[in-house]
């Protein structure tokens, strides 16, 4: 058995992600008619989803700009 990764496995991975992620796009697209909707999601974004976005961009900035100076 050989070690590594398995191309054709790979390969339909890559093409399936893709496909999904051009849908989801799509998807999006044709649900949004103007940019004040997707910039502001209809005004009907969660108030914990926001949370977790922002501690997700908190957490990350820190990540790349503060904990890089103590290693």
Not at 15 to 29: E, K, N, P, R, S
Not at 45 to 66: D, E, K, M, Q, R
């Amino acid at each position: 058995m050989t070690e590594g990764v398995d191309l054709l496995t790979f390969g339909i991975m890559a093409v399936l992600f893709i496909a999904a992620t051009l849908a989801l796009g799509y998807y999006g697209y044709r649900n949004t008619k103007n940019s004040d909707e997707f910039l502001l999601g209809k005004n009907k974004a969660n108030p914990i989803v926001i949370a977790l976005s922002y501690g997700a961009t908190f957490l990350s900035a820190s990540a790349v700009i503060g904990f890089g100076g103590q290693a």
